[in-house]
């Protein structure tokens, strides 16, 4: 697989190969975090959620890590697929409740044959 | 069940023209919200409604106006459209957790 910095806005991984998009939030506060995928002229759609209280979370194929001790966050593709291919952002609640998500600049996923 | 819809999926305006987006949501959910894109940007918030009757600022509000007519429906109105606006709208929904689903967006262009 292939690890990325704190941040960056492309990541280009082999089909097959686990990817590992990284993100820092910025409130502290927050008590819930949320990744998104958006594929070309959609809007994002839910992947994989995770609470404050939680340090690792899985899904099918996915998994979200929870640092709180460095404000950072990471989402896990295992086997990386062409359906993959989107950029990845995530948000968080910084108000919790019903105040709305604040969201990170989001990576360009890309998939190599 | 539909989801979240928008209306309209494109719009191209002059500078000072007003225009009204419509969304409406069929998940019974309480809270909903409008966001906008720039070109290789996260989402920013511009207003959201907690739940109907009520509605707050987010982080960029000023040129927008909202109306949360019901519980499905929650319309964006820019009274005079500027190229600064030009951006994708996207309408969002919520319910008891804290997950927001997303209409497909509203691709608006100001002259």
């Known amino acids: 697989g292939e690890s990325v910095g704190l941040h960056l806005p492309t990541l280009s991984v082999q089909e097959g190969d686990n990817s590992i998009i990284n993100c820092a939030y910025s409130?502290?506060?927050?008590?819930?975090f949320i990744w998104y995928k958006q594929e070309s002229g959609k809007g994002p759609q839910f992947i994989i959620d995770?609470?404050?209280?939680?340090d690792k979370r899985q899904g099918q194929r996915v998994t979200v890590l929870l640092n709180k001790t460095v404000k950072h966050l990471s989402l896990q593709i295992a086997a990386t697929q062409p359906g993959d291919s989107a950029v990845y952002f995530c948000?968080?609640?910084?108000?919790?409740?019903?105040?709305?998500?604040?969201f990170g600049k989001g990576t360009h996923l890309i998939i190599q044959p | 069940n539909a989801g979240v819809t928008q209306t309209p999926k494109f719009q191209v305006l002059k500078t000072g023209q007003s225009m009204t987006l419509q969304c409406a949501q069929d998940m019974n959910h309480n809270s909903m919200y409008w966001y906008r894109q720039d070109p290789g940007m996260g989402l920013r918030l511009i207003y959201y409604s907690a739940s109907e009757g009520t509605t707050d600022k987010g982080e960029v509000p000023n040129g927008y106006n909202v109306s949360r007519l019901n519980k499905r429906e929650f319309s964006l109105r820019l009274e005079s459209a500027a190229p600064s606006q030009t951006s994708v709208y996207f309408c969002?929904?919520?319910?008891?957790?804290?997950?927001?689903?997303f209409g497909p967006g509203t691709r608006l262009t100001v002259l």
């Open positions: 948000a968080e609640n910084p108000g919790g409740g019903a105040d709305g998500l604040t």
């Open positions: 409130n502290s506060a927050s008590d819930y």
């Open positions: 995770i609470r404050s209280n939680m």
């Open positions: 969002a929904s919520q319910g008891l957790v804290y997950e927001q689903f």
